[in-house]
């Protein structure tokens, strides 16, 4: 079957940094997304990757490993205002979107 | 202002009765979808449409209808044959269904039943 896992819930410090991990089990891959969800709002595309290795993208940046399906998102110098789920999906062969549960973080003062 | 525009909002729905979500899109997107949220759980895909007057059921299409008759509209009908229809649900849209695009969303509508 078809399977991504990611923590239900992290904590982190306000100016720190965070990474959120995500492994995946799927018939085929075309690609994997992290969106960010606010409470009650719809999620925002915040990347994607497709080849191994790091994207970045000012204070995200976003990894992945194939072969060990594994990805991972890291937020740094954290802002009250990144409170939110992160979502990790992956592209199956049928260029649908496969969707992990999400990841509650809570920034602290 | 390109983007994705849901109503409504808010839904309340009656036992034994169907309620329409609405789903417009303004970005010429060939490709858009319906999904269902639940606390704790992965965005569940209902139905989706990869071109006008074409649709397929996703993995929970029981007790969901769609209609794509413009290239700009998808709604959304729960009939009363759902039995469980208290959720967020999400209409997003992407440039392709064939493509590797990210898909754009629209702010949901919350159902629940009276």
């Known amino acids: 079957g078809q399977n991504i896992d990611q923590p239900t819930e992290m904590t982190a410090t306000e100016g720190a940094i965070v990474q959120i991990n995500c492994t995946y089990q799927t018939s085929g891959f075309n690609g994997l997304f992290w969106y960010q969800q606010h409470a009650g709002e719809a999620p925002t595309f915040l990347s994607y990757?497709?080849l191994d290795g790091l994207e970045e993208k000012g204070r995200f940046s976003s990894f992945l490993s194939r072969s060990k399906g594994y990805s991972y998102l890291l937020l740094k110098e954290l802002q009250m205002k990144d409170s939110a789920s992160y979502l990790c999906a992956v592209m199956d062969s049928n260029y649908q979107l496969i969707w992990g549960a999400g990841t509650k973080l809570i920034i602290k003062p | 202002d390109g983007g994705i525009t849901q109503s409504p909002k808010y839904l309340f729905r009656k036992e034994g009765q169907n309620v329409t979500l609405s789903c417009e899109q303004n970005?010429?997107?060939?490709?858009m979808y319906w999904y269902r949220q639940d606390p704790g759980q992965g965005l569940r895909l209902i139905y989706y449409s990869q071109i006008v007057n074409d649709f397929q059921k996703g993995d929970i299409a029981e007790g969901y209808s769609v209609s794509r008759e413009k290239k700009e509209s998808f709604p959304l009908t729960v009939t009363s044959a759902q039995k469980n229809p208290t959720a967020f649900y999400l209409c997003?849209?992407?440039?392709?269904?064939?493509?590797?695009?990210?898909?754009?969303f629209g702010d949901g509508t919350r159902l629940s039943i009276l």
């Open positions: 997003a849209s992407s440039i392709s269904g064939y493509s590797n695009q990210p898909q754009h």
């Open positions: 970005l010429n997107h060939d490709a």
């Open positions: 990757n497709v």
